[in-house]
């Protein structure tokens, strides 16, 4: 034993293990084969697993464990004790009975960089990554990458072993993989519902709402049974009433409008922006300065004759509408403002008004979130959720949510049967922790689609303004013969998709609102030309290589006309 070293009788070390110079170990266990360098410190009850590197003048305190195959980087620092005090109550200094060890465990696999601080009562889960110099105050999922001060999830660990072949097929969006990685959590959440019997309601609907709140920046979450219910009971509990025009777009998925149909209210439309596919402003101002005129006090459509009530932009695609210049319209016409977020969990906008970032669900009156399989953050089936700082709008939507009740069997308006199970929030408060990662690998995903395709005039790709931070739930291309390419994609086993083929204005289900073809030029135009490529956060590097490579190819032999922006 290297006299340098003060290795205490009662410490249990593995076969093979490898001490540096001037190391402290006492009352822990150190794992076989595991490294320790200069300057470390073990304290009693700490233990290091099989296999483990532990840098140089780190610090392990008491009731840390370190599971197998993890490494630590130089000066990494645990704390044991969230309320550390020297002294007791009466003075005197405080003794190892005075203070309770939070255990802190670090699953097998993980990486802890050089400088992190490690706060007491935390999981670092397995193959998690924990940048260099963070401050680690929550558990960390496993195969996560978290950096900063407090430690945030920035990306999913790539998984080497998962490389595709080169010619595998891609598909258009990857549902399993998550689902599989997730599993074992997963499946615990369905035990513990047989076990309870608790299917509706109850402790997992709460925490969910509690967690999916925090994550969206609002002070309130309602969790329904799909987005488009979560729409419908924001507007009715806005207290829209009914025959009211709500605002909105032509180019989303029906569901916006239907909810606001369902309501009781009449949808009408401004056309979208031709960059960034969302509401336009200008399209927006000119309606309600020049299609709609004052009655009594209120604003009332030319078109309809109806008052108007609301706006309700779509943050399509993942990346949010110009919500600034929205609200500015809003409160200059004295209307609600509604989010439709079904596609853009954890999307952010830059307020030049409020000179900061905010997250989309935060902003209106109230959002509404789809959880459907396929969205940023999606269900196991059917899911949705009201975000709003009203509490009154959140009463009212619990209470429409539940057959208008707040005591079972006490109904003091007619409701609806929309809420989300509570096996659904289980599932979903599982993968809540994942989607920050999920949503910056998407945008990794974005950059790259761009670096690779960037410079191709025939293919416009998705233009993110400087005030915007999207979450790419889907990433969309223009070109002039998109049927060619679907075609060609398919042939090459690449899957791919149109968000959406006829604008709502155009579809039959709304001929009785009386819009006809050159109403709203940009959305009629974009419409034949958009295509929706392969997007989901486990997408590899080589599968989107492939993806670019076939676009490019088809481009250049079909020698297509670029295609022009206003
Ligand atoms: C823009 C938009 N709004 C509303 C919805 C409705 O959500 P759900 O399918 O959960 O009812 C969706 C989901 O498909 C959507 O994409």
Known sequence: MNPLNSIADNVKLGKDVKLSKFINLYGCEIG???????????????????????????FVCEGVRIEDNVFIGHGVTFINDSYPRATTADGG????????????????????????????????????????????????????????NPARVLRSVPDPKKQPAADAPVPFLDLVTPHVELEAE??????????????????????????????????????????????????MGADIQPGDVIVT???????????????????????????????????????LENQCQRENGRLVSKRSGRAVAAILPVHLYGQMADMDAILDLAEQFGLIVIEDACQAHGAEYFSRKQNRWLK??????????????????????????????????????????????????????????GRLDAIQAGLLHVKLPHLAGWNASRRDRAADYHRLLDGNK????PHEPSWSRAVY?????????REQLM??????????????????????????????????????????????LPMFPQLAPEQQERVAAEVAAFVAKSQQKPVLVD
């Not at 369905?190 to 002070?219: C, N, P």
């Not at 739930?473 to 013969?481: A, N």
């Not at 609102?513 to 295509?531: K, S, W």
Request: aromatic content about 8%; hydrophobic content about 40%.
């Open 487 to 532: 075609e060609h994609l398919k042939q090459a086993g690449i899957g791919s998709a149109i968000h959406y083929p006829i604008p709502l204005h155009l579809q039959k289900a709304y001929v009785s609102l009386n819009y006809r073809e050159g109403d709203f030029p940009v959305a009629e135009r974009i419409a034949p030309q958009i295509l929706s």
């Open 458 to 461: 025939d293919v416009l790709l």
């Open 473 to 481: 739930h889907l990433f969309v291309v223009r070109v002039q013969e």
């Open 32 to 58: 076989d084969e595991t490294k320790i360098g200069a300057f470390v410190e073990i304290q009693k009850n700490a233990s290091v697993g099989k296999r483990c590197k532990i840098s140089s003048h780190t």
């Open 93 to 148: 200094l405080q003794t190892e009975a005075d203070w309770k060890v939070e255990p802190t465990v670090i699953r097998k696999g993980a990486s802890i960089g050089s400088g992190a601080t490690i706060l007491a009562n935390v999981i670092v889960g397995e193959n998690a990554i924990v940048g260099a110099g963070s401050m680690v105050t929550k558990d960390v999922p496993a195969n996560t990458i978290v950096a900063g």
């Open 249 to 287: 777009v032509p180019n989303t998925f029906i569901a916006t409008t239907e909810a606001v149909s369902q309501a009781g209210a009449i949808p009408e439309f401004v056309d979208i922006d031709e960059q960034t596919y969302n509401m336009s402003i200008a399209s927006l101002r000119d309606y």
């Open 186 to 235: 997963l499946v615990e959440v369905f035990k513990k519902a047989l076990h309870s019997a608790g299917f509706v309601g109850g402790a997992a609907v709460d925490s969910f709402e509690k967690a999916f709140a925090e994550f969206s920046d609002a002070e309130h979450c309602v969790a329904v049974n799909s987005g488009t219910d979560a729409l419908r009971f924001a507007i």
């Open 360 to 417: 989309a669900g935060s902003i209106g009156r109230a959002a509404a979130f789809s959880f459907y399989p396929g969205k940023n953050l999606g269900a196991c089936g059917e899911g949705g959720a009201i975000t709003t700082n009203d509490p009154e709008l959140a009463k009212k939507s619990r209470m429409l949510r539940d057959h208008g009740s707040v005591r079972k069997y006490y109904h003091d308006v007619e409701g609806y049967n």
